[in-house]
């Protein structure tokens, strides 16, 4: 049997395979972020379609974090009934699932929060002020916030939680000095820039069980001037690992890299030489860090999978919009039909989402109208 279909364990949620539904904004929740029906039966469907472990798309920890529109919510007791059934659905079918929560920082978006922006520093971009500076006791909420989240994801039965620190929201915000300014004890050198992460981590240990996976998202590298770098990544996970993070999921890219660097890069991935975007950093990460790694970016086809495991660059396989395509892919995949996934990478499955019809594979609905 290949080592990708290995049943494991990450601090006592034993998952069936090595295979990972990498956070996706979905784009299916209510104004205020209560989670709707279509989640509902979203992650019905990739539980059915095999993966052993999803992670949700990004919840908010306070309103004030949203940085996408019909965007779920995990700052208040209210969305638990709702979140209750997301989890129901998966276990039903044998599933797994992770809450993954957040707070957007300078990518907050005021048409939904009716707030100014903020962030580690002042930010401003091509001319534009984006941001102003995050105080103190904002900062503080910030940290409690994320304690209430993860046990409300409790609550509604997920089976651990992931703390988003990249992409350049708020935690990632802090870790780089591309947005992080301050001459405070959060600022400057690496081991100020993790202080809110640390907090974070060590408020979230203190509001659920250490028996209960909490698993962390980080940029390899930001991709632009002056961001957080390949080696202060590893530096960075070393910390976390000291502290008891049960899992790393390595990604990449801001919105404010440069197109070609972005978190959710477009453009047909039709050789595998254009596949798994972070390699360097993971082979870098895995000479130092003996925290099981996820690693998500580019990757299509089964063999790079195998090989991936096999070669031990990652213990998991993290794969987005893929699995937006192709729900059942794993599945297709165990039963020895070994083709590439179908997903090309136009990024059209996102459009939907901003409509409030929650996303989906476009580009497919098109070629089955032909």
Request: proline content about 4%; overall charge neutral; some cysteine.
């Amino acid at each position: 049997m290949s080592k990708l279909f290995e049943s494991t364990s990450i601090n006592g949620m034993t998952l069936k395979n090595r295979f990972v539904r990498s956070a996706t904004w979905e784009g299916m929740a209510d104004d205020d972020g209560t989670c709707n029906s279509k989640m509902v039966d979203l992650m019905r469907n990739l539980a059915r379609g095999g993966v052993g472990l999803i992670i949700t798309g990004h919840a908010h920890v306070l309103a004030n974090g949203q940085a996408s529109p019909y965007q779920t919510g995990i700052y208040k007791d209210d969305f638990i009934p709702a979140l209750r059934k997301v989890t129901e659905a998966v276990h039903n079918e044998g599933g797994k699932i992770v809450l993954q929560i957040a707070h957007a920082g300078c990518q907050s978006q005021p048409r939904y929060t009716g707030m100014q922006p903020f962030g580690p520093s002042v930010f401003e971009y091509k001319g534009k002020v984006i941001s102003r500076e995050i105080t103190h006791e904002e900062l503080s909420e910030i940290v409690k916030a994320f304690g209430r989240a993860a046990e409300r994801a409790r609550d509604a039965g997920f089976d651990g939680i992931q703390i988003h620190g990249a992409h350049g929201y708020l935690i990632s915000q802090f870790l780089s000095p591309f947005y992080n300014k301050r001459p405070d004890e959060y600022g400057g050198q690496l081991e100020n820039r993790i202080r809110p992460l640390l907090e974070v981590y060590r408020e979230i240990r203190n509001k659920v069980d250490t028996d209960y996976p909490v698993l962390l998202k980080a940029n390899s590298q930001d991709y632009v001037n002056n961001g957080l770098n390949i080696r202060d990544m590893v530096k960075a996970t070393e910390l976390m690992q000291n502290e008891g993070i049960d899992a790393v999921e390595l990604s990449g890219g801001t919105i404010h890299a440069d197109r070609a660097h972005v978190p959710v890069r477009a453009g047909k991935i039709d050789t595998e030489d254009k596949e798994v975007f972070y390699r360097d950093a993971a082979i870098a990460y895995k000479e130092k860090i003996k925290v099981p790694l996820m690693l998500v970016g580019g990757i299509r086809s089964y063999n790079i999978a195998e090989k991936l495991v096999h070669d031990g660059t990652t213990d998991y396989v993290s794969l987005s919009r893929p699995l937006i395509r192709e729900p059942d892919l794993i599945n297709r995949w165990q039963s020895g039909e070994h083709s590439k996934a179908t997903c090309i990478s136009c990024n059209a499955c996102f459009k939907p989402g901003v409509k409030g019809n929650g996303i989906y594979c476009v580009a497919l609905e098109k070629e089955q109208a032909k």
